[in-house]
């Protein structure tokens, strides 16, 4: 998948965001890392809005405060599959993989708030887009459920591109990795050649973990 | 009695369902809007939500009088004036009510359906499901200003027996004349019509009870 010519600028806070160029690996999690502020969020965002040129027929965003709609885990479940026209087979599997299924019935408001995140990334998933952008998917959840949404993304043969701050667990799962520093990637490449020494911007990154 | 009780529903309800629709519209569209007046209108708003009933009933009363700008309707002293009044009063309320709404729940709905590409209609429609609980108690704030209100339809509407008197235009005159156990009368039915209204409305709102987790 290719993304070209993403371009933003803040003028109050002279935040400039300039990806000339980004090619995405398919069918493997890639991730984007970076500081608080380097434009991880904003990316994503131009990505689902168009705002830059892609070759990505369809593409979902799950956002760090992800959208609950109101009623049943069940109604969020047929919302989002009549939103993106998209039927999967596996639906019973997936809502299985994230322990959801006893949940089904229960109001999604009222879910606690790791309960809310497995739900947003079932949302995601079961969107059944080309590409699933998630931003901070792994924020305050318990382990358990962290476990459980890294399986499926293992298990599921789907584009992903990763913004977590969690830079030890993206390591672990990421197949591709990017660098983004002040609105600009500064170094991609697989684990082996991303994660290195050379890499300085990377080593403190993981360093300060 | 049952006259004046049956008047005070109609101009009511009227007026409120009036307002909702008209204050949704203004609503969304201050939401939307990109051109620069937006915050003044905001503003404006805003400040309309506290408009006294009296005022807008002398500015309404200038306006349809026989030589006033709109006098051609010749709706002063009609029932149909209680309403307008009491539409106008609704209105600020409504749009005030919903632009707030939108502007801490709706950013994220609309993100959210913006990845799906529906057109503008939908994306309301959405909204208006998604935010229906709220929207059930902007419709009750509403219904309590109408419902509470004296002085405005006083004014353009004069308190005309078996015409234009609504259940708070004779309370005021019962009480002028000294009758204070039926005025008194008047204010529990008033009362009563109040809470089976948003007893009845609360009802609609399901969700109500059970809070969200945070």
Do not use: W
């Given at each position: 998948?290719k993304?070209?010519?993403?371009?933003?600028?803040y003028?109050?806070?002279n935040?400039?965001?300039?990806?000339?160029k980004?090619?995405?690996?398919?069918?493997?999690?890639?991730c984007?890392?970076?500081?608080?502020?380097s434009?991880?969020?904003?990316?994503?965002?131009?990505?689902?809005?168009?705002?830059?040129?892609?070759d990505?027929?369809?593409?979902?965003?799950?956002?760090?405060?992800?959208?609950?709609?109101a009623g049943?885990?069940?109604?969020?479940?047929?919302?989002?599959?009549?939103?993106?026209?998209?039927?999967?087979?596996?639906k019973?599997?997936?809502?299985?993989?994230?322990?959801?299924?006893?949940?089904?019935?229960?109001?999604?408001?009222?879910?606690?708030?790791?309960?809310k995140?497995?739900?947003?990334?079932?949302?995601?998933?079961?969107?059944?887009?080309?590409?699933i952008?998630?931003?901070?998917?792994?924020n305050?959840?318990?382990?358990?459920?962290?476990?459980?949404?890294?399986?499926?993304?293992?298990?599921?043969?789907k584009?992903?591109?990763?913004?977590?701050?969690?830079?030890?667990?993206s390591?672990?799962?990421?197949?591709?990795?990017?660098?983004?520093?002040?609105?600009?990637?500064i170094?991609?490449?697989e684990k082996?050649?991303?994660?290195?020494?050379?890499n300085?911007?990377?080593?403190?990154?993981?360093?300060?973990? | 009695?049952?006259?004046?009780?049956?008047?005070?529903l109609?101009?009511n309800?009227?007026?409120?369902?009036?307002?909702?629709?008209?204050?949704?519209?203004?609503?969304?569209?201050?939401?939307?809007?990109?051109?620069k007046?937006?915050?003044?209108?905001?503003?404006?708003?805003?400040?309309?939500?506290?408009?006294?009933?009296?005022?807008?009933?002398?500015?309404?009363?200038?306006?349809?009088?026989?030589?006033?700008?709109?006098g051609?309707?010749?709706?002063?002293?009609?029932?149909?004036?209680?309403?307008?009044?009491?539409?106008?009063?609704?209105?600020?309320?409504?749009?005030?009510?919903?632009?707030?709404?939108?502007?801490?729940?709706?950013?994220?709905?609309?993100?959210?359906?913006?990845?799906?590409?529906?057109?503008?209609?939908?994306?309301?429609?959405?909204s208006?499901?998604?935010?229906?609980?709220?929207?059930?108690?902007?419709?009750?704030?509403?219904?309590?200003?109408?419902?509470?209100?004296?002085g405005?339809?006083?004014?353009?509407?004069?308190?005309?027996?078996?015409?234009?008197?609504?259940?708070?235009?004779?309370?005021?005159?019962?009480?002028?004349?000294?009758?204070?156990?039926?005025?008194?009368?008047?204010?529990?039915?008033?009362?009563?019509?109040?809470?089976i209204?948003?007893?009845?409305?609360?009802?609609?709102?399901?969700?109500?009870?059970?809070h969200?987790?945070?």
């Amino acid at each position: 998948m290719k993304i070209s010519n993403c371009y933003l600028k803040y003028e109050k806070t002279n935040f400039e965001l300039n990806i000339p160029k980004m090619e995405l690996q398919d069918n493997k999690i890639n991730c984007l890392l970076g500081d608080n502020g380097s434009g991880k969020s904003t990316l994503l965002k131009q990505i689902v809005t168009d705002n830059c040129q892609h070759d990505i027929k369809s593409k979902i965003l799950m956002l760090q405060k992800p959208f609950i709609f109101a009623g049943t885990v069940e109604d969020n479940i047929n919302k989002i599959q009549k939103l993106s026209k998209n039927i999967i087979q596996d639906k019973e599997q997936i809502l299985a993989d994230l322990m959801l299924l006893d949940l089904r019935k229960q109001r999604a408001k009222s879910l606690s708030g790791g309960q809310k995140q497995r739900l947003a990334f079932a949302m995601a998933i079961l969107s059944d887009c080309d590409l699933i952008m998630l931003d901070e998917p792994f924020n305050n959840i318990d382990l358990k459920s962290q476990h459980l949404m890294v399986a499926l993304m293992k298990r599921l043969d789907k584009t992903f591109l990763l913004v977590s701050h969690k830079i030890q667990l993206s390591r672990k799962i990421g197949d591709y990795f990017f660098l983004i520093d002040e609105g600009k990637l500064i170094v991609e490449g697989e684990k082996e050649v991303f994660f290195i020494e050379e890499n300085n911007k990377v080593m403190q990154l993981l360093e300060m973990e | 009695m049952i006259e004046v009780i049956k008047l005070t529903l109609l101009v009511n309800i009227s007026a409120t369902l009036l307002g909702m629709l008209f204050g949704l519209l203004l609503g969304y569209q201050l939401y939307f809007m990109k051109s620069k007046i937006k915050y003044l209108l905001i503003y404006l708003t805003k400040t309309m939500m506290g408009l006294p009933p009296v005022v807008l009933g002398l500015v309404l009363f200038m306006l349809l009088k026989t030589n006033g700008a709109f006098g051609f309707l010749h709706i002063l002293y009609q029932p149909i004036s209680l309403v307008v009044a009491q539409t106008l009063l609704i209105i600020p309320i409504v749009s005030g009510n919903v632009y707030q709404l939108l502007v801490s729940k709706g950013e994220v709905l609309f993100f959210t359906l913006d990845m799906f590409k529906l057109n503008f209609i939908n994306k309301i429609k959405y909204s208006l499901f998604e935010f229906r609980n709220d929207l059930i108690f902007i419709l009750i704030l509403g219904f309590s200003r109408a419902v509470s209100e004296v002085g405005s339809v006083m004014v353009v509407g004069g308190n005309i027996k078996d015409h234009t008197r609504i259940m708070t235009t004779a309370l005021a005159n019962l009480k002028s004349q000294g009758n204070y156990n039926e005025a008194l009368i008047y204010g529990v039915i008033l009362l009563l019509i109040a809470f089976i209204v948003q007893f009845g409305l609360s009802l609609l709102n399901k969700e109500e009870d059970n809070h969200e987790n945070f």
